[in-house]
Structures are given as structure tokens and as C-alpha cells.
Nanobody
Framework: QVQLLESGGSLVQAGASLSLSCAAS????????IGWFRQDPGKPREFVAA????????RYSDSVKGRFTISRDNARSSVYLEMNDLKPEDTAVYYC?????????????WGQGTLVAVFA
């Protein structure tokens, strides 16, 4: 089992950059796929990016590809989401989630979320 805590959300202007962090506890963290998701109120939750335990495979949604970068540091039990050229449509609560089966499909563990708000 792993517990996840996001941080780094903020109010920023369009075009700015922001980095989110996801700190994990749990001895099996390095084997989990960790994903970032986001949800704007009134909209369904949306996949953003995910990375496997060895950091040799990552996936991105088309809406963030080329602007966002996911990375992880297993020694620090942390996963990061570097977001560049932010747009108002990136506004959402961002969640990190853990997939213990490491198949990029079933995320069993979720953090509480951190708010990113982008104004034009």
C-alpha cells in the first residue's frame, strides 16, 4: 500500500510554468506506475501523464504532450509533473495516483489533490 500527497499547485498566468510534486510513503513505491490526473468541477476526471517504476516508459494525454513532463525519483519516493506554457484550460485539481499492477490501467491509490488555476 502507498499513500500519496500532492503539492505545488498555485494560481498562475497563462504561459507560465509550474511544477507539481507527489510524495509517497510505502516500501513498494518504486514498483508502482504513478500517474497524474486532473479534474475540473463539472467535468470528468482526465488522464494527464504516467510513468513506470524504472522511468523507461511514460505516457501523456494529447492535450499536454510537448508541454508537460513527468519524472520520478525513487530514492526520494517522489514523482514530479513539470508543466510549461500553461493554458486556462489546464485549470483543475491535479491528483497523483498509484497503480500497483504497473499496467497503466488500474490506479488503486489516490492523493487529495492540489489546485492549479491558470488565468488569461
Amino acid at each position: 500500500q502507498v499513500q500519496l500527497l500532492e503539492s505545488g499547485g498555485s494560481l498562475v498566468q497563462a504561459g507560465a510554468s509550474l511544477s507539481l510534486s507527489c510524495a509517497a510513503s510505502g516500501r513498494l513505491f518504486s514498483s508502482y506506475v504513478i500517474g497524474w490526473f486532473r479534474q475540473d468541477p463539472g467535468k470528468p476526471r482526465e488522464f494527464v501523464a504516467a510513468i513506470n517504476g524504472r522511468s523507461d516508459e511514460s505516457r501523456y494525454s494529447d492535450s499536454v504532450k510537448g508541454r508537460f513532463t513527468i519524472s520520478r525519483d525513487n530514492a526520494r519516493s517522489s514523482v514530479y509533473l513539470e508543466m510549461n506554457d500553461l493554458k486556462p484550460e489546464d485549470t483543475a485539481v491535479y491528483y497523483c495516483a498509484g497503480d500497483p499492477r504497473a499496467n497503466f490501467e488500474y490506479y488503486d491509490y489516490w492523493g487529495q489533490g492540489t489546485l492549479v488555476a491558470v488565468f488569461a
